[in-house]
């Protein structure tokens, strides 16, 4: 009975790791801060301001001088910032910064200037931002940041530029320099439409040159100055990829062509558009076109994607059928224009567009492409002319972290638990341990395929990752032989192999810990994660020691 009694403790204890949730915040919830707040928080607008990293920017004109704000992140860790920029660059923004140490053991939030790329250019508490005094703080609450203050402007800048610094690195006293950030976005907003303008991701800053620059968009026509071969009057047009400016037209010219124009800012690098089967860039075939800024050299190929590695990415093949003449590329009004046609009853729907490095081009005899710099899957209807963006490695990423999560990092120490806790109950216990721990066995071992396929897909260093979780599978491994020839009880190697087979599964269950919070790491899905495996971790270890420590007293 009393081990009955036990064994409900941990489903319990365990069953709650699943219930407690880190609180989400979107435009649809309402704004419940525990901390007051000294302006009116009920007609506040509301924008998804970079989804990428969970960015949500509540503000409001207060009083016909005064803007409020409150922007809102998941806690990663890092400082976060929201500056305010004339052109959509750093240089020349003032930024308000805010931080929470983990745990919540310091933080603050200071206005910076910045005057230059270098860390003694970014000067703390200065810059161009009446901000309103005592107005700034930021709190922590839900595993999310929340940082609000309020400026003395009759319309603040439009654009803004918000930025996540690294992982664990904040300012401090005496100089509070701050490190350069992770990751950046550079956003413009229409305050009275409460509605998002173009955005520049991670480095591209608007092209300012002697002439003004033509901003593209699905409103306005289509005027090049060099000539078409196709109808250019009838053509679906589509922001296909916000965050660089990618604009798509494209038409159905007659029952098996279909024409192209991608429109995108030059950012004296190569751009790329691929028709891909399956969302990834491996097995698709691209189109990319290129001009320097001076436009000393240019070009337009067909790719094949037929691996990850640079001669793997080859010239002058693929599976599109492009007509002869079609192709050109063009630099008009700081704008690169790419145009071509493919012979095709219906072009594929998984496109992927890509930037390459800044200032690096394909180039003879080679034309060798170097890595992108970023990039986007994207699904087109090509009947409704919709897009929708999509990562086809989220899926297989998660799925990665909770097969290993719950194989590995939660059903192996319940099976090693009951093993040592529960032997008074026989044969139950021996039962209960094998089936958990072969469950977790095979749940770990598709973790570990899956991670195996993932990291053939992502351009990151995954080697210690990788190496850990295959040290784990070895340990896995050796633990299902050893139950395989297990000695009888009353044999004279029993008491060998009982000491062999304990102390891998705590070798095991020690290395899987460690490997899990750093796959979490890895994978940026933020401290919810984190929060909720040490939650069921935290519950696990405490299971442990109370029957520990009622083991020793009965001792």
């Known amino acids: ?4 009694l036990r064994l409900l403790f941990i489903i319990i204890f365990v069953g709650s790791f699943f219930l407690a949730r880190p609180e989400a915040d979107s435009c649809t919830s309402n704004l419940n801060l525990r901390v007051p707040i000294l302006f009116d928080t009920t007609n506040l607008h509301c924008l998804s301001v970079w989804d990428a990293q969970g960015f949500i920017l509540r503000y409001v004109q207060t009083s016909a001088n005064v803007w409020s704000f409150i922007l809102s992140t998941p806690d990663t860790n890092s400082y976060i910032a929201m500056g ?3 052109n ?3 240089v020349g923004s003032s930024a308000i910064v805010g931080w929470v140490a983990s745990r919540g053991a310091s933080g603050g939030i200071k206005q910076y200037y910045l005057g230059g790329l270098t860390p003694n250019q970014v000067v703390p508490d ?6 309103i005094a ?11 940041l929340y940082m609000v203050f309020q400026l003395e402007t009759t319309e603040p800048l439009s654009w803004l530029i918000l930025a996540t610094g690294s992982t664990g690195i904040f300012p401090a006293a005496p100089s509070y320099e701050l490190t350069k950030h992770l990751d950046k976005v550079s956003t413009r907003i229409d305050y009275s439409k409460a509605n998002l303008g173009s955005s520049q991701v991670n480095g591209s800053s608007p092209q300012v040159d002697g ?21 250019t009057t009838k053509l679906n047009c589509l922001p296909v990829w916000n965050a660089q400016g990618y604009i798509l037209r494209y038409s159905q010219t007659s029952p098996n062509i279909w024409s192209f124009i991608l429109s995108a800012p030059n ?3 190569y751009i790329a558009m691929g028709f891909s089967p399956n969302g990834g860039m491996v097995g698709s075939s691209a189109i990319v076109g290129w001009i320097s800024s001076n436009g000393a050299s240019g070009g337009l190929k067909q790719y094949y994607l037929a691996g990850v590695a640079p001669n793997q990415v080859v010239p002058d093949r693929g599976n599109l059928n492009i007509l002869p003449n079609s192709t050109f590329i063009t630099s008009q009004s700081s704008r690169l224009y790419m145009a071509f046609q493919l012979e095709t009853n219906h072009p594929l729907s998984r496109l992927v567009y890509a930037i390459g490095p800044n200032g690096i081009f394909p180039s003879a005899p080679s034309f060798a492409l170097t890595l992108h710099q970023d990039k986007i899957s994207v699904t087109l209807n090509y009947a409704t002319g919709s897009s929708a963006s999509e990562n086809p490695y989220t899926n297989l990423k998660r799925s990665h972290g909770l097969l290993n999560i719950l194989g590995w990092g939660i059903l192996i120490i319940m099976g090693a638990i009951v093993a040592r806790h529960f032997k008074q109950w026989d044969p139950f216990w021996f039962y209960f341990h094998a089936s958990v721990q072969s469950l977790g066995f095979l749940l770990g071992v598709i973790g570990v395929i899956s991670g195996l396929v993932l990291s053939n897909q992502l351009h990151i260093d995954l080697n210690l990752h990788k190496a850990l979780g295959i040290i784990i599978l070895v340990l896995g491994c050796l633990q299902i032989m050893a139950f395989l020839a297990r000695p009888k009880k009353n044999s004279k190697g029993r008491k060998y192999w009982n000491l062999y087979h304990h102390n891998i599964g705590r070798i095991l269950i020690i290395v899987a810990i460690a490997n899990i919070f750093y796959g979490i790491r890895l994978g940026k899905e933020g401290s919810g994660w984190t ?3 040490g939650i069921v971790l935290a519950v696990l270890l405490s299971i442990a020691v109370f029957f520990e420590i009622g083991l020793w007293n009965r001792d």
């Open 134 to 144: 005592n107005s700034t703080f930021i709190t922590l609450q839900s595993s999310r």
């Open 211 to 231: 002439s003004s620059s033509q901003a593209d968009s699905c409103d306005s026509n289509l005027n090049l100055t060099v000539p078409l071969l196709f109808d």
């Open 126 to 131: 200065k810059g161009n931002l009446q901000v």
């Open 267 to 269: 950012p004296n690098s």
């Open 88 to 90: 959509g660059g750093m």
């Open 84 to 86: 305010f920029s004339a």
């Open 531 to 533: 929060v909720g495996y």
């Open 1 to 4: 009975m009393k081990a009955a």
